[in-house]
């Protein structure tokens, strides 16, 4: 009896187990698929355009999918119809300058190399049936070395790697399967016409619906970042002269990450700057729109940015430098630094808006008189202090922000020559981002009953609408 007991529940047990296994993989199953389901409705919502891009994919394939559905069309194009099947699942792309661009490309690489491939096939088939096998693979063999060498070349690597990928692919195709079929020139010409097909079905649906433009995204994502670049530079000031609260010490914390993703978008900016050559002429984008302009902004905004890293370090730094040094260099850091961060905001709602930067040009010129006090204060304090050792922090940070004014100087440069290459529309515009500045000045109107002798400067809290970065203070002086 006590055998039989002890095998009952060592069943029991093992039961147990197992079922208590079921239940934790049923309920790992479930949050992997709540997982699921939440990251797809955040995707949905943060950029809607993509389940519209879901949509038309769908849609260009239910179209030319009918070629192998309906009789009359299956019988002129045979199988080769699930060419335009293929034709849609590779071509469609995100952004109609992807799509339009690897639409040209497969085009035109099928129709080149089909045309060549049934000329090697008819050379081959003239030299008798012993050497047309060896002639075909000389063939392929040569246009598959030259091609391939040739797609090393960053030029065309850059926009017509696809189309000498097709082109390989359609010349060893219709070469090799000619040796064995006979009907080769009807063959090629059913690929060629299913593969046009596809790909206009494919340009059209994403030209005339719900378009995403290449252009469009590159031309707003380089304003982004100039504007993160600004945040980023208000908020380390605010966070390394000024004390704050906790509740803009959040603020501040999230400003000072913005600049990460500048520092990775060369590959995106550059790949859409490619896209958007293939673009036909939409809104105020040309054809010959100077595109290589904004990969340049885009460079210079990413040496602003790694400046930029090696300031974040100095904030979480134990050494801070000496005290004395930083509240000597406080008051022309903070006007250098506020003038640079206006002039990127300003850069960046010129080139989101499209207008040229009026008031950049007077901020970048503010920037470059407070660099200069900068730079002899610095150099006063070195000769002053022994030290050194509490010198080199402040001196680091004040060198990097003395970078990053340069920088943005040479960001104006580039935009104004984007504006100028665009046609920017010369309209001055008053919407320019408001900064909030620890303190400004506003000299007051001379009065002409009073004597000239008498200025009246007022010297008070900024009480514009501050950004998510910063808080006004309410504290106002009037001094005589």
């Not at 389940?51 to 002129?76: D, R, T």
């Not at 031309?219 to 803009?248: M, P, Q, R, V």
């Not at 080199?392 to 935009?415: F, H, N, Q, R």
């Not at 000045?441 to 002409?448: I, M, R, V």
Request: net charge neutral; hydrophobic share 40%.
């Amino acid at each position: 009896m006590e055998m039989a007991s002890s095998n009952t529940n060592q069943e029991k047990g093992v039961l147990g187990r197992v079922w208590e296994r079921i239940i934790t993989l049923t309920k790992s199953f479930k949050e992997k698929v709540w997982g699921i389901c939440t990251m797809s409705k955040k995707i949905a919502q943060d950029d809607p355009r993509k389940v519209i891009h879901s949509l038309k994919v769908g849609l260009a394939i239910s179209l030319v999918s009918l070629f192998y559905y309906y009789q009359p069309l299956y019988e002129n194009f045979g199988l080769s119809a699930m060419w335009a099947v293929m034709t849609v699942v590779v071509v469609f792309e995100y952004t109609v300058g992807a799509t339009l661009g690897k639409g040209l490309n497969r085009t035109l690489a099928t129709l080149m190399a089909g045309s060549l491939g049934v000329g090697a096939h008819y050379m081959a088939s003239l030299a008798g049936e012993r050497a047309e096998p060896i002639l075909i693979g000389l063939f392929v063999f040569v246009q598959a070395a030259i091609v391939s060498f040739i797609r090393f070349i960053p030029k065309v690597k850059a926009r017509y790697d696809y189309g000498f990928l097709i082109f390989i692919l359609t010349f060893s195709l219709i070469s090799v399967s000619g040796f064995r079929d006979d009907e080769v020139l009807e063959m090629a010409h059913q690929r060629l016409s299913t593969i046009f097909i596809g790909g206009s079905a494919c340009v059209v649906i994403s030209i005339f619906v719900c378009p995403v433009w290449a252009g469009e995204e590159l031309h707003h994502s380089i304003a982004l970042n100039l504007e993160k670049l600004g945040d980023f530079l208000e908020a380390f000031i605010c966070e390394y002269f000024t004390k704050l609260e906790d509740g803009d010490s959040k603020n501040m914390k999230f400003c000072l990450e913005r600049y990460k993703s500048v520092l990775n978008s060369k590959s995106s900016e550059e790949s859409q700057a490619n896209f958007a050559r293939w673009e036909p002429r939409h809104g105020k984008f040309r054809f010959r729109h100077p595109w290589d302009q904004y990969l340049k902004i885009g460079t210079l905004s990413r040496e602003c940015a790694y400046r930029m890293e090696a300031l974040k370090g100095y904030l979480n730094s134990n050494n801070q430098g000496s005290s004395e040094i930083r509240s000597m260099i406080e008051e022309a850091s903070l006007e250098m630094t506020m003038e640079s961060t206006k002039a990127l905001k300003e850069l960046g709602l010129s080139i989101k808006t499209m207008t040229r930067p009026f008031s950049a040009d007077i901020h970048i010129a503010n920037s470059k008189a407070a660099s200069k006090r900068l730079k002899s204060l610095l150099q006063s304090s070195l000769r002053k202090e022994t030290d050194l050792l509490s010198v080199i922090p402040v001196g680091t940070i004040a060198s990097l922000l003395i970078d990053i004014a340069d920088c943005t100087e040479k960001l104006a440069d580039c935009v104004n020559d984007l504006a100028s290459l665009s046609n920017f529309d010369d309209v001055e515009t008053n919407k320019c981002p408001k900064i909030s500045l620890p303190l400004y000045c506003e000299c007051a109107e001379p009065d002409p009953k009073i004597d000239a002798s008498d200025v009246v400067i007022l010297v008070e809290e900024s009480a514009l609408p501050m950004s998510d970065c910063g808080k006004p203070k309410s504290d106002q002086h009037n001094i005589v």
